[in-house]
């Protein structure tokens, strides 16, 4: 499966890869985009960013492993992030997961049917002071209890 960059998105291209003083430090910004024309990162599209930033595919592979924003498979309209690492483990992070799970029907890393969620066990979302939280999307939700994450849910569909 090929990937390329629609031409709107081209245009944007130049502009970002102006701001930087190294063209391979608008690596980040190039993956936003990809990902928001085709939904996740695909192999190919890290191959495309590659060669526009003249820079290793293993990089662009490091900068994509890394952060938990990028995607490399299909996620739902609502992508849920649950928090388990020590703060939120230890407010009830993994009820809250196992909670969302069996409402959801869905083990971490997969997608309903329907395509409208997906679900994610994450270590950190440096909300450990308001713990435990769930992000849906850009959207943190913190101070959660079992319920609260459910009526979350809920509200969404």
């Given at each position: 499966?090929?990937?390329?960059?629609?031409?709107?998105?081209?245009?944007?291209?130049?502009?970002?890869i102006q701001k930087y003083?190294?063209?391979?430090?608008a690596v980040m910004p190039?993956?936003?985009?990809?990902?928001?024309q085709h939904g996740f990162?695909?192999?190919?599209?890290?191959?495309?960013?590659?060669?526009?930033?003249?820079?290793?595919?293993?990089?662009?592979?490091?900068?994509?492993?890394?952060?938990?924003?990028?995607?490399?498979?299909?996620?739902?309209?609502?992508?849920?992030?649950?928090?388990?690492?020590?703060?939120?483990?230890?407010?009830?992070?993994?009820?809250?997961?196992?909670?969302?799970?069996?409402?959801?029907?869905?083990?971490?890393?997969?997608?309903?049917?329907?395509?409208?969620?997906?679900?994610?066990?994450?270590?950190?979302?440096?909300?450990?002071?308001?713990?435990?939280?769930?992000?849906?999307?850009?959207?943190?939700?913190?101070?959660?209890?079992?319920?609260?994450?459910?009526?979350?849910?809920?509200?969404?569909?």
């Amino acid at each position: 499966m090929e990937f390329k960059f629609s031409v709107e998105n081209q245009e944007k291209i130049e502009r970002i890869i102006q701001k930087y003083p190294e063209k391979q430090a608008a690596v980040m910004p190039l993956l936003y985009l990809a990902q928001e024309q085709h939904g996740f990162i695909s192999v190919e599209a890290m191959r495309e960013i590659s060669q526009i930033l003249e820079m290793p595919e293993t990089d662009v592979l490091g900068v994509v492993t890394f952060y938990s924003m990028f995607h490399q498979k299909e996620i739902g309209k609502h992508h849920i992030q649950v928090c388990t690492n020590v703060s939120c483990m230890l407010r009830g992070g993994m009820q809250i997961f196992d909670a969302v799970k069996s409402k959801l029907g869905i083990n971490n890393g997969e997608v309903t049917s329907d395509k409208l969620f997906s679900l994610e066990e994450v270590e950190c979302m440096g909300s450990c002071g308001t713990a435990p939280m769930i992000a849906v999307n850009e959207d943190y939700f913190e101070n959660l209890s079992t319920e609260k994450a459910i009526e979350i849910l809920n509200s969404l569909k």
